[in-house]
């Protein structure tokens, strides 16, 4: 094992030590679904067909990086299941989000919450994966693309505002999607440097003023 996967290899054992120890605090699905994460690590295996769920939770409790799931997810189970597993991941948080990783509750551990609240935080951090759908969007076929681009529409309107800003750059040739995310981010001025930079990059949209 190379030295750089032994230091991975031990920080997702710690990431699933600190699961098991929050398990206690999070709501009982919640909880339900953190230890079938951990469980899912643990047995160094993936099963035929992909529990999307499980999944999400693996990459949001750091049991996995999102940059390498995403590829997996691509390859096991396709663009449209993808496109559904990151926004599923942008509706969950873990509660170090939540207390800003204060070091004295790290005794507590690691607990999921169902909440959009830090949504801005991770399309920033997945901002490679959602470069990766794009890309792969951009040559699927016909059928794919409308299958995704459905998905996507159904997710848009409610969706928080980076995330509707991840959307519209993940599908460019959609202007109105791009305007009203430009709209959306300028009225709540919340989010960081990266969700502005998919905005101005989507479609040649220019609202470099804007702090979404």
């Known amino acids: 094992m190379t030295r750089a996967r032994h230091d991975a290899f031990r920080g997702w054992e710690y990431a699933a030590h600190q699961v098991e120890k929050g398990v206690r605090h999070a709501a009982p699905s919640m909880a339900a679904l953190g230890l079938r994460a951990v469980a899912l690590y643990r047995s ?5 067909v992909l529990d999307l769920d499980v999944e999400v939770s693996m990459a949001e409790l750091q049991l996995q990086a999102t ?22 991941l942008h509706e ?17 551990g690691t607990w999921l919450i169902e909440t959009t609240a830090h949504a801005s935080f991770q399309v ?4 490679s994966s959602w470069r990766l759908l794009r890309g ?3 040559v699927a076929d016909g059928a794919d693309h409308r299958a995704a681009r459905a998905v996507a529409e159904a997710a848009f309107d409610a969706a928080p505002v980076p995330v509707k800003v991840a959307l519209s750059f993940v599908f460019p040739d959609e202007r109105e999607w791009a305007d009203r995310a430009a709209e959306d981010c300028l009225a709540q001025g919340s989010g960081g440097d990266e969700v502005v930079r998919m905005l101005v990059t989507t479609a ?5 003023p804007c702090a979404c």
């Open 67 to 88: 940059w390498d799931a995403v590829p997996f997810w691509l390859a096991a189970e396709g663009v449209i299941w993808t496109l559904r597993a990151m926004l599923r």
């Open 44 to 48: 160094g295996e993936r099963p035929d």
């Open 136 to 138: 792969v969007l951009a």
């Open 124 to 127: 920033a951090e997945c901002e």
């Open 204 to 208: 040649g949209v220019d609202r470099s």
């Open 92 to 108: 969950l948080a873990h509660n170090q989000h939540e207390i800003h990783y204060d070091p004295r509750l790290e005794r507590s």
